[in-house]
T-cell receptor
């Protein structure tokens, strides 16, 4: 079993819809949970991070962590064509290594 | 320019040759990382460094060598390139674990 599982998609949704992206993980030692966005032929950029369980909101983006279920989510409200990208979840151990999911390709249809 | 830069952006090399990918950051971040990204595998950690002269293996270190004599530089060397090392390589740096900044990537093709 991989440490971090993420559905690769692609996921296509109409503009304005709410998008839900998810990851599951197997190791309860993970402490920080992050979401990165990667546009085609670019490096990943950090979108959001959370520590332990709970929700965090930033504009149209909400990150949610449920440590009891080992499940994290990213919600995008009022999705825009510019949100079309690959979204990668990531998590860290205490020894500073960042482990990534494989990424979900998202297409927002105008 | 401030930030993290990788060079070259594109590289074609032959099997068996040694090739070095460069990574330079201007923030004086303690941590630096090398990842490779392949279809179906996502980002996989090759090596990382917590400070100058401190490096450690990641998930897929075989065939790669790193050094970090200065905080700002973290070169990655493929000692004898193989076709399986054809990939996009990303360097990243961070001061705290949850905020890693990535370079633009190096597309390496081994023929």
């Amino acid at each position: 079993q991989k440490e971090v599982e993420q559905d690769p998609g692609p996921l296509s949704v109409p503009e304005g819809a709410i998008v839900s992206l998810n990851c599951t993980y197997s190791n309860s030692a993970f402490q920080y949970f992050m979401w990165y966005r990667q546009y085609s032929r670019k490096g990943p950029e950090l979108l959001m991070y959370t520590y332990s369980s709970g929700n965090k909101e930033d504009g149209r983006f909400t990150a949610q962590v449920d440590k009891s279920s080992k499940y994290i989510s990213l919600f995008i409200r009022d999705s825009q064509p510019s949100d079309s990208a690959t979204y990668l979840c990531a998590m860290t151990y205490r020894d500073d290594k960042i482990i990534f999911g494989k990424g979900t390709r998202l297409h927002i249809l105008p | 320019d401030a930030g993290i830069t990788q060079s070259p952006r594109y590289k074609i090399t032959e099997t068996g040759r040694q090739v070095t990918l460069m990574c330079h950051q201007t923030w004086s971040h303690s941590y630096m990382f090398w990842y490779r990204q392949d279809l179906g595998h996502g980002l996989r950690l090759i090596y990382y460094s917590a400070a100058a002269d401190i490096t450690d293996k990641g998930e897929v270190p075989d065939g790669y060598v790193v050094s970090r004599s200065k905080t700002e530089n973290f070169p990655l060397t493929l000692e004898s390139a193989t076709r399986s090392q054809t990939s996009v390589y990303f360097c990243a740096s961070s001061e705290i674990k949850r905020k890693a900044f990535f370079g633009q990537g190096t597309r390496l093709t081994v023929v």
